[in-house]
Each structure stands twice: as C-alpha cells, then as structure tokens.
T-cell receptor, first 114, second 112 residues
Framework: DADVTQTPRNRITKTGKRIMLECSQT?????MYWYRQDPGLGLRLIYY???????NKGEISDGYSVSRQAQAKFSLSLESAIPNQTALYFC?????????????FGPGTRLLVL | QKEVEQNSGPLSVPEGAIASLNCTYS??????FFWYRQYSGKSPELIMS????GDKEDGRFTAQLNKASQYVSLLIRDSQPSDSATYLC????????????FGTGTKLQVIP
C-alpha cells in the first residue's frame, strides 16, 4: 500500500463549486504539506501543517483552506473554484527531526475547473 | 524571495553518456538539498539528498554541493532512456521552519 494517498486522483468541477481534496498517510510523519504544480511554475506551497494544531499559509493560500483532522489526514478545500485553480495538486509529508528532513509526495490529484 | 534556479532544458544526452544537471540557490542559510525525479503526470520521487560540501554517490547518481558558490549538481552516469524525466532541485529554507523551495526542473531526454 502507498504511504501517502490522495483522493480523488482526478476531478472535474465547475466554477463556483466547493471541492475538497484529501490526503492520508501511514508514514507516521507529523508534517504535511499541500502544493500545486503548474507547467513552467514548478511546485508552489499552498499550506503546511507541522502538527494537528499548527497550520500555516504558504506562498499561494488565497482561495484555499485546509483542515488537519488527525496526524494522518490533511484536507485541502477550494471554497469557490475558479478556472485558474486548474492544476496538479500534491500532498507531501516529512518527519520532524530527521536530517535531512525529506518530503515524500502522494500520487497527486489532477483538477480541472471549467 | 528565496529562489532555486534550474535550466529548464531539455537536456539531451545519448544513452550511456553522463548527464549533468545543475542548480543554484539564493538562500545562504540553506543546509539541505534534494534532487527529485518526476515523470510526466506523476509525483516527484526523491533520488538523493545532500547536506555536506562535496560529493555523495548512490549507484549511478552523484550529487555535488558547493555551499560557497551556492551550487548543487546531479550527475547521472550511464544514462538510460528510463532516466528521461524532469529533475527537480530543492533547498530547505533558513529561518527556523523546515520548508523547502523547489526549482522549476530540468527536463532530461536520453536518446537511445
């Protein structure tokens, strides 16, 4: 079984809809991240959480919200989807205290907003 | 703005040759550096990490770090067509939080 899973893997939605992307991990890591990837722009950090009670905005958090339901679960919501949120979304995890602290990625969710 | 710069490529090398991928970073406080491989439409997969100046070898891969020049490289020996992918360089951020900045990646094409 994969250590980091994301659901759904593909999603098509319409402008204005609220959607949720989910991430679960069995690695036992404290830290979780949400990124989006667009062609030519690389991976950009949306939100990150260092434990259940610690959630922080990344460089492009506008239009997104997150929930850390448990150590193993971190969800990303688009409150009102817009076409420029069409992208590939990745969840990642890392283990506090390891050197170097490496991020491990889920398989990604491909989102299309019409 | 902390930046990690990579040539987008494509870098084309013949099968069996050495591929050399380069990366520069702007944050002098960065301590750890990472190379990820990403196939089209797939997630990034860690190849190597390095945090000491010098070379680190793992099979056909060698990572090189020069903190004085703020330069990281990845050498792939005996390149195979299966190595064709985009390679992402990443550096951790100084300032107390273990965030990572990613470069936009270099596309490598290994020609059979």
């Amino acid at each position: 079984d994969a250590d980091v899973t994301q659901t759904p893997r593909n999603r098509i939605t319409k402008t204005g809809k609220r959607i949720m992307l989910e991430c679960s991990q069995t690695k036992g890591h404290d830290r979780m991240y949400w990124y989006r990837q667009d062609p030519g722009l690389g991976l950009r950090l949306i939100y990150y959480s260092f434990d259940v009670k610690d959630i922080n905005k990344g460089e492009i958090s506008d239009g997104y919200s997150v929930s850390r339901q448990a150590q193993a679960k971190f969800s990303l919501s688009l409150e009102s989807a817009i076409p420029n949120q069409t992208a590939l979304y990745f969840c990642a995890t890392s283990d506090l205290g390891t050197v170097p602290e490496t991020q491990y990625f889920g398989p990604g969710t491909r989102l299309l907003v019409l | 703005q902390k930046e990690v710069e990579q040539n987008s490529g494509p870098l084309s090398v013949p099968e069996g040759a050495i591929a050399s991928l380069n990366c520069t970073y702007s944050d002098r406080g960065s301590q750890s550096f990472f190379w990820y491989r990403q196939y089209s439409g797939k997630s990034p997969e860690l190849i190597m990490s390095i945090y000491s100046n010098g070379d680190k070898e793992d099979g056909r891969f060698t990572a090189q770090l020069n903190k004085a020049s703020q330069y990281v490289s990845l050498l792939i020996r005996d390149s195979q067509p299966s190595d064709s992918a985009t390679y992402l360089c990443a550096a951790d951020n100084s300032g107390g939080y273990q965030k990572v900045t990613f470069g936009t990646g270099t596309k490598l094409q290994v020609i059979p």
